[in-house]
Nanobody
Framework: QVRLVESGGGSVQAGGSLRLSCAAS????????MAWFRQAPGKEREGVAS???????TYADSVKGRFTISHDNAKNTLYLQMDSLKPEDTGMYYC???????????????????WGQGTQVTVSS
């Protein structure tokens, strides 16, 4: 079992930055991948960024060049640096960890066995 706790959300104006953190209850450096998802009101959950155990990253087209995912194995913490934020980035952001050590399938949600409770990000124009 892995417990994930997100933090760092808040309200910012367009063009601003936020850094989300996801603290894991145990070492997650050897899981297949970890990821950030988000869900806006009235919309389906979507993958934002993922990182596998080799530190290869995947980003949604909408955030490429603006968001950066990273993982600090020593601190068992996943980060999402969000720059040049836009109103359409508003939503609840969730951290997720895969339940296996195999191949990382990016944003395929079925591979993620552990989820955090979410942290709200609101971007105003």
């Amino acid at each position: 079992q892995v417990r994930l706790v997100e933090s760092g959300g808040g309200s910012v104006q367009a063009g601003g930055s936020l850094r989300l953190s996801c603290a894991a209850s145990r070492y997650t450096g050897n899981v297949a991948c970890m990821a950030w998802f988000r869900q806006a009101p009235g919309k389906e959950r979507e993958g934002v960024a993922s990182i596998d155990r080799f530190e290869d990253t995947t980003y949604a087209d909408s955030v490429k060049g603006r968001f950066t995912i990273s993982h600090d194995n020593a601190k068992n913490t996943l980060y999402l640096q969000m720059d040049s934020l836009k109103p359409e980035d508003t939503g609840m952001y969730y951290c997720a960890a895969a339940g296996s050590r195999g191949y990382c399938y990016g944003f395929q949600s079925s591979q993620y066995s552990y989820w955090g409770q979410g942290t709200q990000v609101t971007v105003s124009s």
